[in-house]
């Protein structure tokens, strides 16, 4: 009997890796204003640093990009599809060792006989083990360009308004980040991914 090895979902979440993107030139504190993002309440302006700052929670762009949402929902339907029929082939190749077993213990099979059908038992138990990996790595590939595709849409959209708004740092909150403690009036999360949303293409493949 073979034990039924369990298929592992590589990743639920893309994550996005973001660094600061800072101007060319710094402006001078006479020249520079601190940024406030549409739709958050005024916060007061930063004495004697003279900077543009702002953060997003990546998080939150992933859960509200309708595009991502769609892509992994997709992954886990092509999932749960390669699980049924991973476990399917295994129920089955189960099932016909089961029988063997039984014509063994009954003597119906001779010595050469037996030798054979464990030598075809454990080929077809290979092959189903092959068949996981590759749906699995399949999985993990689609997964990871999704991840990159969604990183460069982020960071596309980020230049953009850092353009626009003479940001001189976008800043990353985030359960791995290294930003602990932010005020909320200069978080353009909504900002970002209403832009993303907007342009957003069919998918990100």
Not at 18 to 37: H, K, M, Y
Not at 109 to 118: F, H, I, T
Not at 142 to 163: G, H, M, P, T, Y
């Amino acid at each position: 009997m073979i034990d039924a090895a369990k298929i592992l979902l590589y990743a639920a979440l893309v994550s996005c890796a973001l660094t600061f993107f800072g101007c060319d030139q710094p402006a001078t504190a006479s020249e520079t204003n601190t940024a406030t993002p549409a739709g958050a309440t005024s916060a007061p302006a930063r004495e004697g640093s003279g900077l543009s700052i702002v953060f997003i929670k990546v998080d939150s762009l992933q859960a509200g990009y309708t595009v991502v949402a769609d892509e992994l929902s997709r992954l886990e339907d092509n999932f749960l599809k390669a699980q049924d029929n991973h476990a399917a082939r295994v129920k089955a190749l189960e099932t016909e060792v089961g029988k063997l077993q039984n014509q063994m213990q009954q003597g119906l099979l001779a010595p050469n006989k037996v030798q054979s059908e464990q030598q075809r038992i454990a080929r077809k138990e290979q092959e189903i083990m092959q068949q996981r990996d590759m749906a699995l790595n399949s999985i993990q590939q689609d997964q990871l360009e999704i991840q990159q595709r969604f990183s460069e849409r982020v960071k596309s959209v980020l230049e953009e308004l850092q353009a626009e708004n003479g940001y001189d740092f976008i800043l990353n909150q985030g359960q791995n980040s290294a930003v602990l403690i932010t005020n909320d009036a200069y978080d353009i999360t909504p900002l970002v991914l209403q832009r993303l949303n907007e342009t957003a293409p069919d998918s990100l493949q």
